[in-house]
């Protein structure tokens, strides 16, 4: 493309809109990115793959938002050097950073501009112009969390592997101290539309290692390929053993003299039973069956429930001048509910009740799950 034109390959990506990746060339510094990135079976088959998961991301970030319905479109991914990202930012960020372990590891982090930060902050936590505390930035948290939740399941059961986040950490700081510390970057920017708000661009970096081992993973020639030739160790894998499926052998084929040293031989004997190896799902979530029958191993276990009339504060002189007949003015109102704490935790509001000879206390509103972020 020296001499300005573009090529047939290059007209047909722009027709098709997101149908393809669409790389930017790469900036000054950026030499080399290009060719470090993906094949385009790669290319595609991650495209694919990220274009198959907007749709449960963008349902699961409405549950969290709860008042507002959350669409996401088809991501845009560039291969960047660190300094033409940084470049394009503004000058202050929000950003999530939740890194991958397992089948799969590496660096990785949301990031927002402080705007649009605060706009979802003030949705999840049920408050007009939140600022970005501490209560917000660890909303924003459980916000993403959910998203590399799904994302992440998704991945595992592609793959046929476990990959696990780490814990979250969320923070508000200056572009130039993007955690981000590769010369060379996987960017996926993703259209975001909230209910009644402004359009939001949330933007994603993948480690570039780590990207282009997903991405390999996901591509047609992996996948009609021996899964065991990523797992095996290279030792394993310069004996041929990749050739074969994995296999269950009878404990006598092991025995005797031949030892490790005539264990090829013995592939060739006639009479072992062979049989596929059966797996369990390693991937946490992966049905709500299974998920259920663990839920039901907890449901016969007894918690502490206590119902908390009021609160107040003496000093130490009142207290020790207690005696029969003291009257306590607490700090509820009468006819106010009262809470209902379930392990010293506020789940719910009522109010009391008289059941026979007894106290009882009927529930009128169950607490939010944004108020139990407030309480973090």
Do not use: C, W
């Amino acid at each position: 493309m020296s001499d300005g034109s573009l090529s047939q390959e290059e007209i047909d990506a722009l027709l098709s809109g997101t149908g393809g990746l669409d790389f930017a060339a790469p900036a000054p510094g950026d030499s080399g990115a290009e060719a470090e990135g993906f094949t385009d079976a790669e290319k595609k088959a991650f495209q694919t793959f990220l274009n198959s998961t907007v749709a449960a991301q963008g349902s699961n970030l409405s549950g969290v938002m709860a008042t507002k319905t959350v669409s996401i479109k088809n991501p845009k991914i560039e291969i960047l050097s660190r300094d033409g990202i940084i470049e394009n930012l503004p000058d202050e960020i929000v950003e999530v950073k939740i890194d991958y372990t397992g089948g799969v590891s590496g660096s990785h982090s949301y990031v927002l501009d402080t705007e649009s930060a605060s706009t979802m902050a003030s949705i999840i936590v049920g408050q007009d112009q939140v600022e970005l505390n501490e209560m917000a930035l660890e909303a924003l948290k459980e916000a993403f969390s959910t998203l590399t939740g799904v994302f992440l399941t998704s991945l595992g059961d592609k793959l046929g592997s476990s990959i696990m986040p780490t814990p979250g950490e969320s923070s508000s700081h200056a572009k130039d101290q993007l955690s981000m510390t590769d010369d060379t970057i996987v960017q996926v920017t993703y259209p975001l539309k909230l209910e009644g708000e402004a359009d939001i661009k949330l933007v994603e970096f993948f480690e570039l290692s780590m990207a282009k081992n997903i991405a390999a993973q996901l591509s047609p020639a992996a996948a009609s390929g021996p899964k065991q030739v990523r797992t095996q160790p290279q030792g394993a894998a310069a004996g041929g053993m990749q050739q074969s499926p994995p296999q269950t052998f009878q404990q006598q084929g092991m025995q005797g003299g031949q030892g490790m040293t005539g264990y090829g031989m013995g592939m060739n004997q006639s009479g072992p039973n062979v049989q596929p190896v059966q797996f369990p799902s390693l991937n946490p979530g992966h049905g709500h069956s299974s998920d259920m029958g663990n839920i039901s191993l907890l449901m016969d276990v007894y918690m502490e429930m206590t119902v908390e009339l009021g609160r107040t504060k003496k000093p130490i002189r009142e207290i020790l001048g207690m005696g029969e007949g003291t009257i306590i003015e607490l700090d509820k109102l009468a006819g106010e509910p009262v809470d209902i704490l379930v392990n010293h935790k506020l789940i719910a509001t009522g109010e009391v009740v008289v059941i026979d000879e007894n106290f009882g206390v009927r529930v009128t509103e169950i607490v939010s799950p944004n108020e139990r972020i407030k309480d973090l």
